[in-house]
């Protein structure tokens, strides 16, 4: 590690601890504290990766995840970031986006190709021949992209957290640290998040030398650790603000998921690159770069620099450079009258040569393209000379021009920015409620004042909270002067002037970009994609901004600038995937089928049995031997999943006849009857039976998969309508079966009170009475066309009952059956199941139910729709369709199109592929004229090729309903 | 995530609340046009602004109505139904 600076005031690494790590198959060490980058450039590699397009060498530039130069992988993690990943005992690490390694990568040649690779020209090249598409394609994915994903990997469960407070701070520097103090002074609940590794932000590598500020903030870190009512999150990145303050936070392991009752955004300003030739070679880097390369990681990245400087900051950064032992060969001052603060004579002072009014127009590569030789420095607009310009001889440069507030989350969290010519960069001028940004951020620049404006925040944040009533000072004034270059792009000719380092995007790129008309920022942005790189244009945006408004003669505001979303940086997508929380219930009767071997399957939130397992019997099959079961002597099936909701009270039967299409008024107590439910354009969207149990006691079923919405819309209707009526969702507590088939009523009668006999107990009869010695309320019902019963009894009491009719129904060979058996036998008997043989947009009259519409009621919901439609022709209408007897061919799925003279004319809505029946039969949506049964139809197969069938009339099994009612 | 206040049970996310809709008269059926009828039952104005909703919470089954700017986002007030408003 030769070279390491002795140790420096502030450093994070920790020399004690020393690490073994590999990089591009060579061995390395390093220390605990240190990022990957710091690392490696610690024993003086430079080239840390290849750029995204033209495989160009890359070192660091920011050294704060600003950009995304240093990517690596160890073959399970695709992108590990060389500026924030703590480097780890044992990594073995390759550089991403080469072939054949780093330093020889093969695809170092496309940049000889970039003239043929203008802007947008993925948009315009490989399109013609059409067939030669793919094999472009698949080149080009292999050149661009950076790194590759590891399908081998096996995914592993990331926890999801959550977290509350009041305030939360973002970003732990100098304000940052004040407004956590500030607000945890006052008691309220602070979090305090920290993208890097520890707290300090800018006090750590802008002041490492200055020992004062290093003990100050060391003390107000450890005031802060005292504070019970205080969190300090580091290495944690607030990701995204959404909607009341509730915000993503992500660190190595989780995504947590915080309420905020205020936010304090303190992210700082990131400092912003200068445009000129070459501007990307290794060993160009921010002034801060390199100050956080000396007071973070005791690192000298170079022996001799030049500095472009437009600021103070820059002249920090030189005196940093000698107090490490680095020679400073220049430096380049944009502003023609130089520092004018006692930094300039300091560095003057040192015989440090000053060119002011003079700009870098190119680093001038080493021979191996790895590094630089020298910069070539002249005087600011004036190309002519910059050509012969002075070569300064130096194998590192500083480039410190200009700041941009880290405004990603702010603008996410509603916060507004104005670009103001005193500062020359943007400001927020309105925050919405409760988000307060204080700061450099908020063009605050002296270090005293920033602490100052991070209290005021705090003590804000607090306030909003409604905990805290202080008087809190005005906030202190933002910088007077500007720092910031208005425009640091020095365009060279036929040397590549980098723009966005992610994308390779050079200064040509945009000329030739808005010559094609891409004149707004948005178009701009898509066209170029500029800033869509993994750096989401930290670095990049501003610069875009500027050249776009100069372009158009514009001001920077009315060019304005792109949407910042979700996520500030990238995030492992294992972050964001989990498991939803999906409410799961089961039936009173679940164990006992598990027991019979039951298949499950999810209904909505419903486990269902969809059929048993007999034996080695295959699926159809059973389902096919269940329902003949039913028809031939007796089966069971737990309907525990139905909607059961009661309506009472002195207005229940006007509410049923206002959402019911059918007449209730006349209905006999002890009697049930079908009812269709629509919604206000006259579309089906219910169907149950409503049971009368007394004058004002109604009990209604309703499907599985709806009764929870219809129970609301009942309760919104009822309160609309301001009935006198009490509505309860019944569905959880109470359990239902139906015994089914011939046998049921034998089967039933020695376990209950009821009298069981067709005369006291009719078909569409409903009583209340005892089962197994439980109150039960039971129904005569037909759905799959037999004699039945449904028995409903409380939840607790379900499994029983069930076991209980079970064995009772053995003498008759009882069988259980499932949903699939269920559907079978109902499709024989032409029933059809809402939201299945229905959609969207199905009115009665097109699926047979005009019947079930009451003539001259008063009104119900839909009625009035309803009207429109009986005045018109149908479109289509529900029919039965069968294959012949024993038909062995492939069959159509459901939702398989009907096709007729190469139109659409309907389609499957339900098929059975095996029924008791001995033929495949289904029931179809098809055009009026295609409904006289007889009427030969073709279905497409999901393969393309066409079945016929044959309509028939509805239902195929029992037309006169005899069976139910026996 | 949205927080909403439910009037019976306070402040929420979002997750617990269904949408219901606009807040709009029904028409009477009887003497309206169809195409009135058809307006009312497949337009909505869209019209940004303070606009009136049902929301409805999920674990209390409570409907209620949310005043709520379109173009912040943001809810004024909630309060329940009256049956006369």
Same mark, same amino acid.
């Given at each position: 590690?030769?070279?390491? *600076?002795?140790?420096?005031?502030?450093?994070?690494?920790?020399?004690?601890?020393?690490?073994? #790590?590999?990089?591009?198959?060579?061995?390395?060490?390093?220390?605990?504290?240190?990022?990957?980058?710091?690392?490696?450039?610690?024993?003086?590699?430079?080239?840390?990766?290849?750029?995204?397009?033209?495989?160009?060498?890359?070192?660091?530039?920011?050294?704060?995840?600003?950009?995304?130069?240093?990517?690596?992988?160890?073959?399970?993690?695709?992108?590990?970031?060389?500026?924030?990943?703590?480097?780890?005992?044992?990594?073995?690490?390759?550089?991403?986006?080469?072939?054949?390694?780093?330093?020889?990568?093969?695809?170092?040649?496309?940049?000889?190709?970039?003239?043929?690779?203008?802007?947008?020209?993925?948009?315009?090249?490989?399109?013609?021949?059409?067939?030669?598409?793919?094999?472009?394609?698949?080149?080009?994915?292999?050149?661009?992209?950076?790194?590759?994903?590891?399908?081998?990997?096996?995914?592993?469960? !990331?926890?999801?957290?959550?977290?509350?407070?009041?305030?939360?701070?973002?970003?732990?520097?100098?304000?940052?640290?004040?407004?956590?103090?500030?607000?945890?002074?006052?008691?309220? +609940?602070?979090?305090?998040?920290?993208?890097?590794?520890?707290?300090?932000?800018?006090? &750590?590598?802008?002041?490492?030398?200055?020992?004062?500020?290093?003990?100050?903030?060391?003390?107000?870190?450890?005031? *802060?650790?005292?504070?019970?009512?205080?969190?300090?999150?580091?290495?944690?990145?607030?990701?995204?603000?959404?909607?009341?303050? =509730?915000?993503?936070?992500?660190?190595?392991?989780?995504?947590?998921?915080?309420?905020?009752?205020?936010?304090?955004?303190?992210?700082?300003?990131?400092?912003?690159?200068?445009?000129?030739?070459?501007?990307?070679?290794?060993?160009?880097?921010?002034?801060?770069?390199?100050?956080?390369?000396?007071?973070?990681?005791?690192?000298?990245?170079?022996?001799?620099?030049?500095?472009?400087?437009?600021?103070?900051?820059?002249?920090?950064? %030189?005196?940093?450079?000698?107090?490490?032992?680095?020679?400073?060969?220049?430096?380049?001052?944009?502003?023609?009258?130089?520092?004018?603060?006692?930094?300039?004579?300091?560095?003057?002072?040192?015989?440090?040569?000053?060119?002011?009014?003079?700009?870098?127009?190119?680093?001038?590569?080493?021979?191996?393209?790895?590094?630089?030789?020298?910069?070539?420095?002249?005087?600011?607009?004036? %190309?002519?000379?910059?050509?012969?310009?002075?070569?300064? %001889?130096?194998?590192?440069?500083?480039?410190?021009?200009?700041?941009?507030?880290?405004?990603?989350?702010?603008?996410? &969290?509603?916060?507004?920015?104005?670009?103001?010519?005193?500062?020359?960069?943007?400001?927020?001028?309105?925050?919405?409620?409760?988000?307060?940004?204080?700061?450099?951020?908020?063009?605050?620049?002296?270090?005293?004042?920033?602490?100052?404006?991070?209290?005021?925040?705090?003590?804000?944040?607090? +306030?909003?909270?409604?905990?805290?009533?202080?008087?809190?000072?005005?906030?202190?004034?933002?910088?007077?002067?500007?720092?910031?270059?208005?425009?640091?792009?020095?365009?060279?000719?036929?040397?590549?002037?980098?723009?966005?380092?992610?994308?390779?995007?050079?200064?040509?790129?945009?000329?030739?970009?808005?010559?094609?008309?891409?004149?707004?920022?948005?178009?701009?942005?898509?066209? !170029?994609?500029?800033?869509?790189?993994?750096?989401?244009?930290?670095?990049?945006?501003?610069?875009?901004?500027?050249?776009? @408004?100069?372009?158009?003669?514009? !001001?920077?505001?009315?060019?304005?600038?792109?949407?910042?979303?979700?996520?500030?940086?990238?995030?492992?997508?294992?972050?964001?995937?989990? +498991?939803?929380?999906?409410?799961?219930?089961?039936?009173?009767?679940?164990?006992?089928?598990?027991?019979?071997?039951?298949?499950?399957?999810?209904?909505?939130?419903?486990?269902?049995?969809?059929?048993?397992?007999?034996?080695?019997?295959?699926?159809?099959?059973?389902?096919?031997?269940?329902?003949?079961?039913?028809?031939?002597?007796?089966?069971?099936?737990?309907?525990?999943?139905?909607?059961?909701?009661?309506?009472?009270?002195?207005?229940?039967?006007?509410?049923?006849?206002? *959402?019911?299409?059918?007449?209730?008024?006349?209905?006999?107590?002890?009697?049930?009857?079908?009812?269709?439910?629509?919604?206000?354009?006259?579309?089906?969207?219910?169907?149950?039976?409503?049971?009368?149990?007394?004058?004002?006691?109604?009990?209604?079923?309703?499907?599985?998969?709806?009764?929870? @919405?219809?129970?609301?819309?009942?309760?919104?209707?009822?309160?609309? =309508?301001?009935?006198?009526?009490?509505?309860?969702?019944?569905?959880?507590?109470?359990?239902?079966?139906?015994?089914?088939?011939?046998?049921?009523?034998?089967?039933?009668?020695?376990?209950?009170?009821?009298?069981?006999?067709?005369?006291? #107990?009719?078909?569409?009869?409903?009583?209340?009475?005892?089962?197994?010695?439980?109150?039960?309320?039971?129904?005569?019902?037909?759905?799959?066309?037999?004699?039945?019963?449904?028995?409903?009894?409380?939840?607790?009491?379900?499994?029983?009952?069930?076991?209980?009719?079970?064995?009772?129904?053995?003498?008759?060979?009882? +069988?259980?059956?499932?949903?699939?058996?269920?559907?079978?036998?109902?499709?024989?008997?032409?029933?059809?199941?809402?939201?299945?043989?229905?959609?969207?947009?199905?009115?009665?009259?097109?699926?047979?139910?005009?019947?079930?519409?009451?003539?001259?009621?008063?009104? #119900?919901?839909?009625?009035?729709?309803?009207?429109?439609?009986?005045?018109?022709?149908?479109?289509?209408?529900?029919?039965?369709?069968? =294959?012949?007897?024993?038909?062995?061919?492939?069959?159509?799925?459901?939702?398989?199109?009907?096709?007729?003279?190469?139109?659409?004319?309907?389609?499957?809505?339900?098929?059975?592929?095996? !029924?008791?029946?001995?033929?495949?039969?289904?029931?179809?949506?098809?055009?009026?004229?295609?409904?006289?049964?007889?009427?030969?139809?073709?279905?497409?197969?999901?393969?393309?090729?066409?079945?016929?069938?044959?309509?028939?009339?509805?239902?195929?099994?029992?037309?006169?309903?005899?069976?139910?009612?026996? | 995530?949205?927080?909403?206040?439910?009037?019976?049970?306070?402040?929420?996310?979002?997750?617990?609340?269904?949408?219901?809709?606009?807040?709009?008269?029904?028409?009477?059926?009887?003497?309206?046009?169809?195409?009135?009828?058809?307006?009312?039952?497949?337009?909505?104005?869209?019209?940004?602004?303070?606009?009136?909703?049902?929301?409805?919470?999920?674990?209390?089954?409570?409907?209620?109505?949310?005043?709520?700017?379109?173009?912040?986002?943001?809810?004024?007030?909630?309060?329940?139904?009256?049956?006369?408003?």
């Amino acid at each position: 590690m030769k070279y390491r *600076l002795p140790a420096q005031p502030g450093e994070w690494i920790d020399r004690t601890q020393e690490l073994n #790590f590999r990089f591009e198959g060579a061995a390395f060490t390093g220390f605990a504290g240190d990022v990957i980058a710091s690392a490696l450039m610690a024993h003086g590699v430079q080239l840390l990766g290849r750029s995204f397009k033209y495989h160009r060498p890359r070192g660091v530039y920011s050294l704060a995840g600003h950009d995304a130069n240093a990517m690596f992988s160890d073959g399970t993690h695709t992108h590990w970031r060389g500026d924030s990943v703590l480097l780890a005992q044992g990594m073995d690490l390759r550089a991403v986006n080469t072939i054949g390694g780093l330093k020889g990568d093969r695809l170092n040649f496309v940049e000889r190709f970039s003239r043929f690779m203008p802007v947008g020209f993925y948009y315009k090249a490989f399109h013609r021949p059409v067939w030669a598409f793919p094999f472009y394609e698949k080149q080009t994915r292999k050149i661009a992209g950076l790194g590759e994903v590891n399908s081998a990997l096996l995914p592993t469960a !990331s926890p999801k957290d959550y977290a509350w407070c009041d305030v939360l701070v973002v970003g732990g520097g100098a304000a940052g640290l004040e407004a956590a103090w500030a607000a945890g002074e006052t008691g309220v +609940r602070v979090m305090l998040v920290e993208e890097q590794a520890r707290l300090g932000g800018s006090l &750590a590598w802008q002041h490492g030398r200055n020992l004062a500020v290093q003990q100050a903030c060391g003390e107000l870190v450890a005031a *802060l650790a005292g504070m019970a009512n205080v969190e300090i999150r580091c290495a944690t990145m607030a990701g995204g603000h959404y909607a009341d303050h =509730w915000v993503a936070l992500f660190d190595a392991v989780r995504m947590t998921k915080l309420r905020a009752g205020a936010v304090v955004y303190t992210p700082g300003a990131i400092e912003q690159p200068a445009v000129f030739g070459h501007n990307d070679l290794p060993g160009v880097m921010l002034g801060s770069a390199f100050q956080r390369l000396v007071h973070l990681y005791a690192i000298k990245p170079c022996d001799r620099m030049v500095v472009l400087a437009a600021n103070s900051a820059a002249y920090g950064v %030189a005196l940093d450079m000698l107090a490490a032992g680095v020679e400073v060969a220049a430096i380049a001052d944009l502003r023609p009258d130089g520092e004018p603060s006692v930094l300039g004579e300091e560095v003057a002072a040192a015989g440090v040569p000053i060119y002011r009014g003079h700009a870098v127009y190119e680093a001038v590569p080493r021979g191996d393209k790895g590094g630089l030789r020298g910069a070539v420095v002249a005087p600011v607009d004036d %190309a002519i000379a910059a050509r012969r310009g002075e070569i300064i %001889a130096c194998d590192g440069l500083a480039v410190s021009v200009g700041w941009m507030p880290n405004a990603a989350l702010l603008s996410q &969290a509603g916060v507004e920015f104005s670009y103001g010519q005193t500062l020359e960069q943007l400001t927020p001028i309105a925050q919405p409620d409760g988000v307060f940004v204080a700061g450099r951020a908020r063009g605050v620049y002296d270090l005293a004042q920033q602490r100052e404006d991070g209290r005021v925040a705090g003590y804000m944040a607090a +306030r909003y909270t409604g905990q805290y009533d202080g008087e809190v000072a005005a906030a202190p004034q933002t910088a007077k002067e500007a720092h910031s270059h208005p425009y640091p792009i020095f365009p060279h000719r036929g040397k590549k002037n980098f723009v966005d380092f992610d994308e390779d995007l050079h200064l040509t790129d945009f000329a030739n970009a808005h010559q094609e008309g891409y004149d707004s920022i948005e178009l701009l942005k898509r066209y !170029s994609t500029v800033g869509m790189g993994p750096s989401q244009g930290k670095l990049a945006n501003m610069n875009a901004v500027r050249i776009l @408004a100069k372009l158009n003669g514009d !001001s920077i505001n009315d060019t304005g600038s792109t949407t910042s979303r979700p996520f500030y940086q990238p995030v492992p997508l294992g972050h964001l995937a989990g +498991r939803r929380f999906h409410p799961l219930r089961r039936t009173s009767s679940h164990e006992w089928h598990r027991g019979h071997d039951a298949e499950f399957y999810h209904a909505g939130d419903w486990y269902r049995p969809e059929y048993y397992h007999h034996g080695d019997t295959q699926r159809d099959e059973c389902i096919v031997q269940e329902a003949r079961q039913v028809r031939q002597s007796l089966g069971i099936i737990d309907v525990g999943t139905l909607g059961k909701l009661m309506v009472n009270g002195p207005d229940a039967v006007e509410l049923l006849e206002r *959402l019911y299409t059918g007449r209730f008024k006349k209905l006999a107590v002890g009697r049930y009857r079908y009812g269709v439910a629509l919604d206000e354009r006259g579309v089906v969207i219910e169907d149950g039976v409503i049971a009368r149990l007394a004058e004002d006691r109604f009990y209604v079923t309703a499907t599985s998969g709806g009764a929870d @919405a219809f129970y609301r819309e009942m309760l919104r209707w009822a309160m609309i =309508w301001d009935l006198d009526v009490t509505l309860s969702n019944a569905t959880g507590q109470l359990a239902a079966l139906n015994l089914a088939g011939p046998h049921s009523r034998m089967a039933l009668a020695p376990l209950t009170d009821l009298d069981l006999s067709p005369e006291a #107990f009719p078909y569409l009869g409903v009583r209340e009475g005892e089962v197994c010695g439980v109150r039960a309320l039971v129904m005569r019902v037909g759905f799959v066309g037999e004699l039945g019963y449904e028995v409903h009894v409380p939840a607790w009491e379900g499994e029983r009952v069930w076991r209980a009719l079970f064995e009772a129904g053995a003498e008759w060979g009882v +069988r259980p059956f499932g949903v699939e058996a269920q559907r079978l036998l109902r499709l024989e008997k032409g029933h059809l199941i809402v939201g299945h043989d229905t959609d969207a947009l199905t009115h009665p009259y097109e699926v047979g139910l005009s019947w079930a519409i009451g003539n001259n009621k008063r009104f #119900f919901v839909g009625q009035r729709s309803l009207q429109v439609y009986a005045e018109r022709d149908i479109e289509r209408t529900l029919v039965g369709v069968r =294959w012949p007897e024993g038909f062995k061919g492939a069959l159509p799925e459901e939702c398989n199109l009907i096709i007729s003279g190469g139109r659409m004319v309907g389609r499957m809505t339900s098929l059975a592929s095996a !029924s008791p029946l001995g033929y495949p039969l289904g029931m179809a949506f098809v055009e009026p004229d295609m409904g006289e049964p007889g009427t030969r139809v073709e279905v497409r197969l999901d393969a393309g090729v066409m079945s016929v069938a044959e309509v028939v009339a509805l239902p195929f099994y029992d037309p006169d309903d005899e069976r139910q009612k026996l | 995530m949205k927080i909403l206040t439910c009037p019976v049970n306070g402040s929420r996310p979002i997750q617990e609340f269904s949408y219901g809709g606009e807040v709009r008269a029904m028409p009477d059926p009887k003497g309206i046009g169809d195409e009135a009828w058809a307006d009312y039952v497949f337009n909505r104005s869209g019209e940004p602004g303070i606009q009136r909703e049902w929301w409805y919470h999920i674990a209390s089954n409570t409907w209620f109505i949310a005043e709520r700017d379109t173009i912040s986002d943001e809810f004024i007030r909630t309060y329940l139904w009256e049956a006369s408003a």
